[in-house]
């Protein structure tokens, strides 16, 4: 399909039968998850299970690049009606932790597939050691609810009561899971319909060349956006809070390499396989969708009329090294893999910032906690499992505007729920929703603000999960001048002697009378706040965005009973210095970093990497123990010395202990 113009007809057919999956499944949901947050997706694919059209405004959108080809390939035999699904995150790497359902359709004309329809669903609860089934101090993945390899959920069009029963038997509400795989069924018949339309106006031939067609102009448009960034070599690093109850840092390293219109990421120096939830199973495909997401959201900034499907992927080497927390092997926990993959969007987004300053925003939030409760509903007499609602940060500073407030960047898609449908579901009583002052990082363009929330509880034994809790210690960085932003907190009863911060902790037990408070983290500033108009600073104390205080520290303007004393606010930014350096990170982390230099963390990698898989992590704890008096890469090398010579079983390579010594 080599004209233009048909070609464009065609994207938006495509485009136009996505919309409506995600409608069909939007309207017939049950769970407030799927149905208010929209954590789901849909999607078409050609014969090879490569995605060629995705929604654009209903759903997430981590997956215009996802292949389901791997998957597909498991199930041996497809006919008329059939749906295959898997939630299984080492089956074929599709599915990336236990509550993602993903399912497909095979779409026929004159008895060949041609395409395939195909989404996931973020069910509630899939079993597992605590409600909603995932938590950061899980260890392997079947703490993490009950697994399905790819097989048929639905044969020519009759659902597989077995798996159906089996389902029903190992998950906490399986009605919720069931309604939403049935939506998500419908949602799958509405795309085969579409395509059979398409197939019927631009025939059989002519709309399978031109789905190729839309892959190869993606990757086009792709290559032209790589072809005007300068090349060269990026490096960055950015830290989750802690990698496992263990509560040390976890690193990922990017080194992005530019070569006129293709690139290759290599994560090489990224932490090791951890024992928690964080990993990100992508199975060390150089093209897996998750560790692409942030090059997505890079690409549709630099250019907005790029069409969203996996053609775009083609540019794109990923290096992530097997039994590394961004490819561990089985049985590792990876219910958690979302806080990392906020963390490494952060890192694509820094190394990105270096290549392309004056095109790219500071950093978002990187905390899109999913609160969960478990509670007994008085009012029915029973046990209610709900999402009660994303508490997501603030976008960086843009080029050109303020970062969004509440909701922005990476993490917009999340949907938040009406706290009325909230309360009506769940037996908790919101005492307070909406943005935390003082939160967004300085700059001349300010970073979005954080979102706070609190709700109390009523019956005993309430238990919270928390997910993606982090950015409580590292904080959403600030560029070419402009401030990192503020940390996200968690507490119960905040402002009274039974206080409690939680910090990172994702789960918790309330009891009646209990207030759950959660703030995220801010986006960072972009550009030096002394610069910031005066005007703006005042508007921003007026709605309460930004204290008084505040105005004069970061900014340098005083404003005394609400008006700006212009002459003191002229005399005190002249006493202040910008930022300099590309860069803010704040206290937190220089103060880490001035002990865990650069090099002293690269050393530890190097080391790990030498190391079986199953050593890597227990021998980072030991020597993480053992850094306490020691700063760089001299004190790591006399750890881990002292660690070899503390485990004489350790089997470490020759020459590494004699060269620490």
């Given at each position: 399909?080599?004209?233009?113009?048909?070609?464009?007809?065609?994207?938006?057919?495509?485009r136009a039968a996505a919309e409506n999956m995600a409608h069909t499944l939007h309207r017939t949901a049950h769970s407030?998850?799927?149905?208010?947050?929209?954590?789901?997706?849909?999607?078409?694919?050609?014969?090879?299970?490569?995605?060629?059209?995705?929604?654009?405004?209903?759903?997430?959108?981590?997956?215009?690049?996802?292949?389901?080809?791997?998957?597909?390939?498991?199930?041996?035999?497809?006919?008329?009606?059939?749906?295959?699904?898997?939630?299984?995150?080492?089956?074929?790497?599709?599915?990336?932790?236990?509550?993602?359902?993903?399912?497909?359709?095979?779409?026929?004309?004159?008895?060949?597939?041609?395409?395939?329809?195909?989404?996931?669903?973020?069910?509630?609860?899939?079993?597992?050691?605590?409600?909603?089934?995932?938590?950061?101090?899980?260890?392997?993945?079947?703490?993490?609810?009950?697994?399905?390899?790819?097989?048929?959920?639905?044969?020519?069009?009759?659902?597989?009561?077995?798996?159906?029963?089996?389902?029903?038997?190992?998950?906490?509400?399986?009605?919720?899971?069931?309604?939403?795989?049935?939506?998500?069924?419908?949602?799958?018949?509405?795309?085969?319909?579409?395509?059979?339309?398409?197939?019927?106006?631009?025939?059989?031939?002519?709309?399978?060349?031109?789905?190729?067609?839309?892959?190869?102009?993606?990757?086009?448009?792709?290559?032209?956006?790589?072809?005007?960034?300068?090349?060269?070599?990026?490096?960055?690093?950015?830290?989750?809070?802690?990698?496992?109850?263990?509560?040390?840092?976890?690193?990922?390293?990017?080194?992005?390499?530019?070569?006129?219109?293709?690139?290759?990421?290599?994560?090489?120096?990224?932490?090791?396989?951890?024992?928690?939830?964080?990993?990100?199973?992508?199975?060390?495909?150089?093209?897996?969708?998750?560790?692409?997401?942030?090059?997505?959201?890079?690409?549709?900034?630099?250019?907005?009329?790029?069409?969203?499907?996996?053609?775009?992927?083609?540019?794109?080497?990923?290096?992530?090294?097997?039994?590394?927390?961004?490819?561990?092997?089985?049985?590792?926990?990876?219910?958690?893999?979302?806080?990392?993959?906020?963390?490494?969007?952060?890192?694509?987004?820094?190394?990105?910032?270096?290549?392309?300053?004056?095109?790219?925003?500071?950093?978002?939030?990187?905390?899109?906690?999913?609160?969960?409760?478990?509670?007994?509903?008085?009012?029915?007499?029973?046990?209610?499992?709900?999402?009660?609602?994303?508490?997501?940060?603030?976008?960086?500073?843009?080029?050109?505007?303020?970062?969004?407030?509440?909701?922005?960047?990476?993490?917009?898609?999340?949907?938040?729920?009406?706290?009325?449908?909230?309360?009506?579901?769940?037996?908790?009583?919101?005492?307070?929703?909406?943005?935390?002052?003082?939160?967004?990082?300085?700059?001349?363009?300010?970073?979005?603000?954080?979102?706070?929330?609190?709700?109390?509880?009523?019956?005993?034994?309430?238990?919270?999960?928390?997910?993606?809790?982090?950015?409580?210690?590292?904080?959403?960085?600030?560029?070419?001048?402009?401030?990192?932003?503020?940390?996200?907190?968690?507490?119960?009863?905040?402002?009274?002697?039974?206080?409690?911060?939680?910090?990172?902790?994702?789960?918790?037990?309330?009891?009646p009378g209990d207030v759950l408070e959660i703030r995220s983290a801010g986006g960072g500033g972009r550009g030096d706040?002394?610069?910031?108009?005066?005007?703006?600073?005042?508007?921003?104390?007026?709605?309460?965005?930004?204290?008084?205080?505040?105005?004069?520290?970061?900014?340098?303007?005083?404003?005394?009973?609400?008006?700006?004393?212009?002459?003191?606010?002229?005399?005190?930014?002249?006493?202040?210095?910008?930022?300099?350096?590309?860069?803010?990170?704040?206290?937190?982390?220089?103060?880490?970093?001035?002990?865990?230099?650069?090099?002293?963390?690269?050393?530890?990698?190097?080391?790990?990497?030498?190391?079986?898989?199953?050593?890597?992590?227990?021998?980072?704890?030991?020597?993480?123990?053992?850094?306490?008096?020691?700063?760089?890469?001299?004190?790591?090398?006399?750890?881990?010395?002292?660690?070899?010579?503390?485990?004489?079983?350790?089997?470490?390579?020759?020459?590494?202990?004699?060269?620490?010594?």
């Amino acid at each position: 399909m080599s004209d233009k113009m048909t070609l464009q007809v065609l994207a938006n057919h495509a485009r136009a039968a996505a919309e409506n999956m995600a409608h069909t499944l939007h309207r017939t949901a049950h769970s407030a998850f799927v149905k208010e947050t929209q954590d789901f997706t849909v999607l078409l694919m050609d014969k090879a299970g490569e995605t060629f059209a995705v929604p654009m405004d209903l759903g997430a959108t981590w997956y215009p690049g996802l292949c389901h080809g791997p998957a597909i390939e498991m199930i041996d035999d497809y006919r008329p009606g059939d749906v295959g699904f898997t939630n299984d995150p080492y089956s074929g790497h599709v599915a990336t932790h236990t509550p993602d359902t993903h399912l497909w359709k095979p779409i026929f004309a004159e008895d060949e597939i041609v395409a395939w329809a195909g989404g996931h669903i973020h069910n509630t609860d899939m079993g597992g050691a605590v409600p909603a089934s995932l938590s950061r101090s899980l260890t392997e993945v079947h703490q993490e609810g009950i697994r399905f390899p790819p097989m048929k959920l639905v044969n020519e069009g009759v659902f597989d009561q077995q798996i159906l029963r089996i389902m029903q038997t190992n998950v906490r509400k399986p009605a919720l899971n069931i309604g939403d795989m049935k939506a998500l069924v419908g949602a799958l018949s509405t795309g085969d319909r579409k395509v059979q339309a398409m197939i019927q106006r631009f025939g059989k031939a002519g709309f399978m060349n031109g789905v190729q067609a839309l892959k190869d102009r993606s990757e086009a448009q792709a290559r032209d956006i790589l072809t005007s960034i300068p090349d060269g070599e990026y490096v960055f690093a950015d830290y989750a809070d802690e990698d496992s109850d263990e509560a040390n840092p976890c690193r990922l390293k990017l080194t992005l390499r530019i070569t006129g219109d293709s690139a290759v990421l290599d994560f090489t120096g990224s932490d090791p396989q951890l024992a928690s939830s964080l990993n990100v199973p992508s199975g060390g495909n150089p093209r897996h969708t998750i560790l692409l997401v942030g090059v997505y959201y890079v690409l549709y900034t630099l250019n907005p009329q790029l069409l969203l499907n996996s053609g775009m992927t083609r540019p794109f080497t990923c290096l992530a090294p097997q039994g590394t927390v961004l490819n561990p092997v089985e049985p590792a926990a990876v219910g958690m893999r979302s806080l990392t993959c906020a963390r490494l969007r952060s890192v694509i987004f820094g190394a990105f910032s270096q290549a392309v300053p004056e095109r790219m925003p500071a950093a978002p939030a990187g905390n899109n906690c999913i609160v969960n409760v478990m509670t007994r509903d008085e009012r029915s007499q029973k046990t209610v499992i709900a999402a009660v609602n994303p508490v997501v940060g603030g976008g960086g500073g843009m080029p050109h505007r303020d970062g969004t407030n509440g909701s922005g960047a990476d993490a917009a898609y999340l949907k938040n729920t009406p706290i009325e449908i909230t309360e009506t579901e769940v037996p908790v009583e919101f005492v307070k929703y909406g943005l935390a002052r003082d939160s967004g990082g300085a700059g001349y363009w300010r970073g979005g603000l954080a979102t706070e929330m609190a709700f109390r509880v009523f019956a005993p034994d309430t238990r919270i999960t928390a997910r993606n809790r982090d950015r409580s210690f590292f904080r959403p960085w600030g560029v070419l001048g402009g401030h990192a932003a503020g940390l996200s907190d968690m507490m119960i009863n905040p402002d009274t002697p039974q206080a409690r911060p939680l910090g990172n902790v994702d789960t918790a037990i309330l009891e009646p009378g209990d207030v759950l408070e959660i703030r995220s983290a801010g986006g960072g500033g972009r550009g030096d706040p002394l610069q910031r108009p005066v005007e703006r600073v005042a508007l921003d104390v007026l709605r309460g965005y930004v204290s008084s205080e505040a105005a004069r520290t970061a900014y340098g303007v005083v404003i005394t009973d609400g008006t700006v004393d212009e002459a003191a606010t002229a005399a005190l930014r002249k006493t202040m210095s910008p930022h300099k350096g590309h860069f803010h990170f704040g206290p937190e982390r220089e103060g880490y970093e001035a002990q865990w230099t650069p090099e002293a963390y690269d050393l530890l990698t190097r080391i790990l990497a030498d190391l079986p898989i199953h050593w890597r992590f227990f021998t980072k704890t030991e020597i993480f123990r053992r850094m306490t008096d020691r700063a760089g890469a001299d004190g790591v090398a006399a750890a881990f010395a002292e660690t070899c010579e503390r485990f004489p079983a350790l089997p470490a390579p020759a020459g590494w202990a004699e060269a620490a010594e």
